[in-house]
């Protein structure tokens, strides 16, 4: 029989199923007819080994070792695998925990000084797994920050951990610094004296702490932003006091600002200076404040009486705004608050809730959760690091394809995916199923090859903060069957991140990715976490609503396991 390429039957499949013309057709074109689809699709198929289970005839009895679950298996591997890329020798990859590994778990207990047992406890395992998914999450930033330390690959270890303690190894200094620099966590400090939240409060809450490498020297900077802290003292109707500190090869450097409602991306710093982008130079907070900005005219327009139209509407809409197209399609919407609001980095965050989780110990758990939207944005945090991980190892194996060139399709395909995504925040979740589920059968790819796509674009879009990338992507993923992905929408609907906050539809995405655990479906995310479900379980539970979900395992049989391969 002849053998033929899976390149031109997807080739083939593309040319021939009758599919109207519409915005589809440019992803079909583009990004899986194009570089990335054929790229997976002409990959060359690795060879199977076969291994044959030998038996011993000196003896008649039999012996074999105590058996492992699979989940324990794929958990060692990752930690030999993190140990390897440390400079720690664990040997090969194969889940088995021998000699060659507990040497290397020691020599990296060694370096972080923590008791040399060659035996990892959870927030040593934690820890090394967040910090090489960080690593690898950090492309051409981490190739420098490993340049420029004297200690290579391992002085990344060392950098992560100070970075979270504050220079410092106790608890006690992790506990006192709030997980941040001790310039940072004093400013924390000297704020919360004059706010009603207290500091560790502000530390948790969203927005306060920002984190971005603004300055490009491959450390991460801080900026302390008052505006959520709800304080008249740092705040008046146009501006708040804004701190940023910038990293320089002695230390951080604070710069004082004041704006309202920042980003990083109004900053910009050489070395430990550093400046607004609209080409202000940096003011004093307590000193010279900013001029305020002209208040927005109030928008003319007269509400006619209840049975009549709304006439006379004259909305106000500031040029360039994202909002401009729409409302002048819309003649009679009216327009109250000009600009719309700037979208929080999830990149941000998730370095912060890295902080609080070094900060508390550890991950939290089924049994010691308290605060269940903690305990969510943990879970988010870290299936995120592991979409970026898989995305990325799906690139290695490509060729001829450039970042660059991945970034831009996945980007075309997040504006392919926008309604979607926007219809999260609207329609029921078999709503939202059903219309992807069109657009996946009208884009006529194989669904192995389109799989592999998503899974590159999820892990870009969330590297490259593009919410629509990401969670398009992983709408694509639960309409192909591969149900553990719907968290990843409810943790979006819990948290408000690419979407609107709305835990009644969340429930039934967490539902989603539990039903399918209950029924067997192969876990994408920390799969050597068993507690892991049932702490999703628990936590969503506790959200408004979340009672009346379930707590028993789903029927066998209700999702499908999932494969990956090539």
């Avoid at 395992?125 to 690593?135: K, T």
């Avoid at 509400?303 to 139209?309: D, H, K, V």
């Avoid at 994202?322 to 002048?328: F, G, N, S």
């Avoid at 590297?463 to 979006?492: F, I, Q, T």
């Amino acid at each position: 029989m002849k053998r033929v390429s899976i390149a031109g039957l997807i080739c083939a499949s593309i040319a021939l199923t009758p599919v109207a013309a519409t915005a589809d057709d440019a992803f079909i074109g583009g990004l899986v007819g194009g570089i990335i689809g054929s790229a997976i699709a002409n990959q060359p198929k690795r060879q199977t080994k076969t291994y044959r289970k030998t038996t011993s005839t000196s003896s008649k009895k039999t012996y074999s070792k105590p058996a492992v679950s699979s989940a324990q298996v794929q958990q060692n591997r990752d930690t030999q695998t993190a140990l390897n890329y440390f400079g720690f020798d664990a040997g090969g990859a194969d889940g088995v925990l021998g000699r060659r590994s507990r040497s290397a778990i020691s020599s990296y207990q060694v370096l972080l000084n923590y008791p040399a047992t060659g035996q990892l406890t959870q927030y040593e395992r934690d820890f090394l797994m967040s910090s090489y998914y960080r690593a690898q999450a950090g492309g051409a930033n981490t190739s420098q920050q490993i340049a420029m330390n004297p200690m290579g690959i391992k002085g990344l270890l060392i950098a992560y951990r100070d970075e979270a303690t504050g220079g410092s190894t106790t608890s006690n200094a992790i506990a006192g610094h709030y997980g941040l620099p001790a310039i940072v966590a004093s400013a924390v400090n000297e704020i919360a004296r004059s706010s009603d939240p207290t500091a560790e409060q502000l530390v948790q809450r969203s927005g306060f702490v920002q984190l971005a490498d603004i300055n490009g020297d491959g450390r991460t900077d801080y900026i302390l932003d008052t505006s959520v802290t709800g304080s008249a003292f740092w705040c008046n109707a146009q501006s708040c006091a804004v701190r940023v500190f910038a990293s320089t090869p002695d230390g951080y450097e604070r710069n004082d600002f004041q704006a309202f409602n920042v980003t990083p991306a109004m900053f910009t710093c050489q070395r430990g200076s550093c400046m607004k982008t609209d080409g202000g130079a940096g003011q004093l907070a307590s000193t010279q404040p900013a001029p305020a900005a002209p208040a927005p005219q109030a928008p003319q327009t007269q509400l006619a009486g209840l049975t009549g139209p709304v006439a006379s509407a004259q909305p106000v809409v500031p040029s360039g705004t994202a909002t401009a197209p729409a409302a002048a399609n819309m003649p009679g919407m009216p327009t109250f608050f000009g600009d719309a609001p700037a979208q929080a980095s999830l990149q941000s965050y998730c370095n912060k809730v890295s902080l609080l989780t070094s900060t508390n110990g550890g991950f939290i758990t089924s049994e010691t959760m308290t605060d269940p939207d903690l305990a969510l944005s943990e879970q988010l945090c870290l299936a995120r690091t592991y979409a970026i991980a898989r995305g990325e190892d799906v690139v290695a194996k490509l060729t001829n394809v450039t970042q660059t060139q991945i970034a831009e399709q996945c980007a075309g395909f997040g504006q392919l995916m926008k309604d979607h995504v926007s219809a999260l925040s609207l329609k029921q979740r078999d709503d939202v199923l059903r219309e992807v589920g069109t657009f996946v059968l009208n884009t006529g790819v194989a669904p192995a090859q389109l799989s592999k796509t998503a899974q590159i674009c999820l892990g870009t879009g969330y590297k490259l903060d593009d919410m629509n990338a990401a969670m398009g992507s992983a709408l694509v993923l639960v309409a192909l069957g591969e149900a553990p992905y719907s968290e990843l929408l409810g943790h979006h609907l819990a948290q408000g991140f690419g979407a609107t906050e709305r835990t009644d539809l969340a429930l039934a995405w967490y539902a989603k990715a539990i039903d399918a655990a209950d029924a067997g479906s192969v876990q994408v995310f920390s799969p050597g976490q068993p507690d892991r479900i049932n702490l999703l379980r628990k936590a969503a539970m506790s959200l408004e609503g979340g009672s009346a979900m379930t707590a028993t395992p789903a029927a066998a049989g209700t999702a499908g396991v999932l494969v990956f391969g090539d």
